[in-house]
């Protein structure tokens, strides 16, 4: 249940990927507009986080998922009947923010019942589910497509969460007892808060995900026009590299959770963002000289080494703060969203050509990435 949950954020990005020049051609706008509606659902991630998070601390974790779930069942419909690209955009907002609640608080459910490579070994069993949304969402978006319009996405996502949301109601337990949640208010959240910002290390791990998985997100963001546009790629085999790229995700967060009974968390987390570096500079090369197989094959690399880098980092990172899981969770989460929704802008300044914008994108993130770990973890014992 917990991985349907944190499946909500890759399902709302990628799930109209497929869709997106028919957005474009229907509501008359350019490319840049189309993805700013990415951007805006990112945004309304990391909002959700940030509040949600710590009122979980508080609350517990069944009732703002629920809440949270539900919402998102509800706004999806909303997408569906927005009629032009700047109330797409907003609802959109609002869509992530109500996604974002259902993502914290299944991460701070996790450190509730688990610690240290134990964490770091359920959240690569999570990753499976993140990685098996990525391969489903754009075909089952494509699938949508050769029935009815765009619209019909938002509401296909509407049924899937209001139908989580029962399952949820049905069979998910609360994992915060009353006497270990947090009785403070909003001061006690912002002292929480400059707590974690305070921590180096904390940090570090937090950026390094956060850069590592904008690295990705210039992928999500530009993939579409630039395969489908710029080499000519029907939607359905888009839909199909998108989702080989996915497997490699898959099988490397499986992958991890193997290896972790031998090599540390710290060492997994290091050679998956030093590879996913390399393999930013053959996504750059490969759009430099146009070809198909040489950006395919980077883009594969990038994307799977996600599946490594999140549940070492996640768990790194919330094994510092035990005692509040949900705020840690939440600004990470957050800090994630933030940097991810800058992406899209990026890989939207000019055209989208063979990928020249996406992949010097994803080089500087992943690049970023690697060095911010080095820099602000170092020296750190915390290795489990």
């Not at 109330?87 to 610690?115: K, M, N, T």
């Not at 994307?303 to 969770?329: S, Y």
């Not at 800058?342 to 890989?347: G, T």
Request: net charge positive.
């Amino acid at each position: 249940m917990l991985g349907l949950v944190t499946a909500i954020g890759p399902l709302s990005l990628d799930m109209y990927l497929p869709a997106f020049p028919a957005v474009a051609d229907d509501l008359a706008v350019a490319p840049a507009e189309v993805q700013l509606s990415l951007t805006t659902c990112l945004i309304g991630l990391a909002l959700g986080q940030f509040v949600c998070g710590p009122l979980s601390d508080r609350w517990g974790r069944r009732r703002p998922m629920l809440i949270g779930v539900g919402a998102y069942a509800i706004l999806s419909l909303l997408c569906a009947l927005a009629p032009s690209a700047p109330l797409l955009a907003g609802v959109r907002l609002l869509q992530g923010f109500a996604g974002g609640v259902g993502v914290v608080v299944a991460r701070a459910i996790v450190r509730d019942l688990h610690s240290g490579v134990g964490a770091a070994k359920f959240f690569s069993r999570l990753t499976l589910i993140f990685g098996v949304a990525p391969i489903a969402a754009p075909l089952l978006g494509s699938a949508v497509l050769r029935v009815t319009s765009w619209h019909g996405i938002f509401v296909t996502l509407g049924i899937i969460a209001a139908l989580l949301t029962a399952l949820l109601a049905w069979r998910i337990p609360e994992t915060l007892p009353v006497e270990r949640r947090s009785s403070g208010g909003l001061r006690d959240t912002a002292r929480t808060a400059r707590t974690l910002i305070a921590d180096r290390v904390y940090v570090g791990y937090t950026l390094a995900q956060s850069l590592s998985f904008a690295a990705m997100f210039s992928y999500i963001s530009g993939s579409s026009f630039v395969l489908q546009d710029g080499y000519g790629v029907s939607p359905t085999l888009f839909s199909i590299l998108f989702g080989v790229n996915a497997c490699g995700l898959i099988a490397l967060s499986q992958a991890n959770g193997r290896l972790l009974d031998r090599v540390t968390p710290r060492r997994l987390l290091l050679t998956a963002l030093a590879t996913q570096a390399l393999a930013g500079v053959a996504v750059l090369a490969g759009a430099l000289l146009g070809s198909l197989v040489g950006l395919a094959v980077g883009l594969f690399v990038v994307v799977g080494a996600i599946g490594m880098v999140m549940p070492n980092a996640t768990a790194l990172a919330l094994d510092r703060h035990p005692h509040r899981a949900g705020t840690a969770a939440a600004v990470m989460g957050g800090i994630q969203s933030v940097i991810a929704a800058l992406a899209a802008p990026l890989v939207g300044i000019g055209d989208p050509g063979l990928g020249v914008p996406m992949g010097a994108a994803v080089l500087a993130f992943a690049a970023v990435a690697l060095l911010t770990l080095l820099l602000l973890t170092a020296g750190s014992r915390r290795t489990a």
